[in-house]
């Protein structure tokens, strides 16, 4: 297994097809509809959209989505990470982890001061994960208001 975790370009649509439907199984997204080649090629082109990817054997194997948030607090932003999966097969490998470092590194090299996640009280797996590689956890309430 030679894993290769990398940001994925504008030009790698089939790697972000492949880690969407990824995130589709892992998520058990039922009656997901694939977004236009259109759109995911103008996140992948977007400053404030990062992607990264585990890649073995040209095949997607896990992928982490952040988005950058401007600060007016300071002058650093912060990254907030929407989606993190790892195939079940290849999961407790330490993929989860490496991409985790890879955006840790990105961070730093951008001076962007913090990332942080969201997971749901229930799944303790993702709870585990994010406390085992240093996540600091905080109890908070999450709202949504949906825009008809």
């Not at 892992?26 to 080649?37: I, R, S, T, V, Y």
């Not at 913090?114 to 749901?120: I, K, L, N, P």
């Not at 994010?130 to 996540?135: D, P, S």
Request: charged share 25%; net charge negative.
């Amino acid at each position: 297994m030679n894993i290769i975790i990398k940001r994925l370009a504008a030009d790698e649509l089939n790697e972000f097809f492949q880690m969407l439907r990824l995130f589709e199984e892992a998520f058990e997204m039922n009656d997901f509809q694939m977004p236009g080649k259109k759109h995911l090629k103008k996140l992948l082109r977007s400053k404030n959209f990062i992607v990264f990817a585990a890649i073995d054997e040209n095949v997607v194997i896990g992928g982490l989505t952040a988005h950058i948030l401007p600060s007016f607090y300071s002058d650093s932003s912060e990254v907030y990470i929407y989606d993190l999966a790892v195939k079940t097969i290849f999961q407790r490998k330490g993929i989860g982890k490496k991409l985790l470092l890879a955006l840790k590194a990105y961070c730093g090299e951008n001076n962007y001061n913090a990332f942080f996640v969201q997971a749901d009280e229930t799944d303790k797996h993702a709870l585990e994960f994010y406390c085992a590689t240093g996540g600091s956890p905080e109890k908070v309430v999450h709202f949504n208001y949906l825009v008809e």
